[in-house]
């Protein structure tokens, strides 16, 4: 590259990369998921198989790249997924505390930080969505000052082409 160019990132503001990145981690949490949740516990709760799964992680990666690319429409997926597992992970953690106080009342400072250890793994999940949530929202409220970037049309036909195994695989 020729020093006086600049790279196709630099023209992307950094809010949006922040936000396409932070959206794509929905994608990756569902291909982790198709490959290490067992077979018939993940059709159980998908109604699909790993190859469904998995290319439905692809298609948020899909519409992280949308996303980042000014489409703020494809931000809503991410918004609503990292809200519900923040939801989800603030819960968990809500219902044992809970049930720690039940049976150990508070009666110090100490009595009342003493189950924080217990949920160290649910408050370091609830700050990774939380922060992740953040960045989606920024970039959400940002992109709907922006004018879109061009997208290719064998990139939407390749979308097209991962909807397609994601409905054929939970019709099967």
């Known amino acids: 590259m020729k020093p006086g160019l600049k790279s196709d990132i630099s023209k992307v503001p950094m809010t949006m990369v922040k936000g396409g990145l932070a959206a794509a981690a929905i994608g990756l949490m569902a291909i982790v998921a198709a490959f290490t949740v067992p077979l018939p516990l993940l059709h159980q709760y998908t109604g699909m198989g790993t190859m469904g799964v998995s290319a439905l992680g692809v298609i948020f990666f899909y519409a992280a790249f949308l996303f980042a690319r000014g489409r703020w429409w494809a931000g809503i997926p991410a918004i609503i997924g990292t809200g519900f597992a923040a939801w989800v992970f603030i819960e968990k953690a809500v219902r044992l505390l809970m049930i720690y106080y039940k049976h150990n009342p508070i009666i110090t400072l100490g009595d009342f930080m003493a189950p924080f250890p217990f949920l160290s793994f649910q ?3 609830i700050i990774i969505t939380s922060s992740l949530g953040y960045f989606i929202f920024k ?5 709907r000052t922006l004018s879109p970037q061009p997208i290719s049309k064998s ?4 979308m097209g082409l991962w909807v397609m195994v994601v409905v054929l695989d939970s019709m099967i």
């Open 155 to 158: 990139m939407w036909g390749a």
């Open 139 to 143: 970039a959400l409220k940002f992109s």
């Open 123 to 125: 408050l370091v999940l």
